[in-house]
T-cell receptor
């Protein structure tokens, strides 16, 4: 299995630009999670989906952030407009019915907003 | 409410010494408990997990953890530290069943001295 795939691995952009992060979960998994990790705040859950439906988006910082899951094999996290304080590593994770609630993490996208 | 507390944000041990990383939890129902490891510039990787049954759980790389309900603890140990164990370790829980998200502790960074 290829594991959770995230792209890009690194993104450098300027303040005000739109940023789109992508995630492909493990095939057959029905939960997908987006996390943000910073030195100051640690690991934060932003949003998660079950069967492509957003279940809890209470961790999304503000309206500049949006996430979609148009099908079972793809999700995006969009930031528009981006700000320097959005600089962080963004992780996607997925979980399947058979995995006893274990989440499998992707390698992350390191975002730098200048 | 569920919560996870990791005692010590940084732990330093000598190579060959015992590793002990502490995790305490708060949960009103029997939890599922997890330890994840994050190596520099990588995503989180599952070390081990407790769901039900045997309270001493063995994981990868020689790590193990013991679920102690009376102490609400799930400490991670390894008899002899190796330089390659230097990483950040996260304890996490959820209720099992349909609960989607994991509740993570703030992490403990392990340093191993030669």
């Amino acid at each position: 299995d290829a594991g959770v795939i995230q792209s890009p691995r690194h993104e450098v952009t300027e303040m005000g630009q739109e940023v789109t992060l992508r995630c492909k979960p493990i095939s057959g998994h029905d939960y997908l999670f987006w996390y943000r990790q910073t030195m100051m705040r640690g690991l934060e859950l932003l949003i998660y989906f079950n069967n492509n439906v957003p279940i809890d988006d209470s961790g999304m910082p503000e309206d500049r952030f949006s996430a979609k899951m148009p099908n079972a094999s793809f999700s995006t996290l969009k930031i528009q407009p981006s700000e320097p304080r959005d600089s962080a590593v963004y992780f996607c994770a997925s979980r399947g019915q058979a995995s006893l609630n274990t989440q499998y993490f992707g390698p992350g996208t390191r975002l730098t907003v200048l | 409410a569920q919560s996870v507390t990791q005692l010590g944000s940084h732990v330093s041990v000598s190579e060959g010494a015992l590793v002990l990383l502490r995790c305490n939890y708060s949960s009103s129902v029997p939890p599922y408990l997890f330890w994840y490891v994050q190596y520099p510039n990588q995503g989180l990787q599952l070390l081990l997990k407790y769901t039900t049954g045997a309270t001493l759980v063995k994981g990868i790389n020689g790590f193990e953890a013991e679920f102690k309900k009376s102490e609400t603890s799930f400490h991670l140990t390894k008899p002899s530290a190796h330089m390659s164990d230097a990483a950040e370790y996260f304890c996490a829980l959820n209720y099992g069943g349909s609960q989607g998200n994991l509740i993570f502790g703030k992490g403990t960074k392990l340093s191993v001295k030669p």
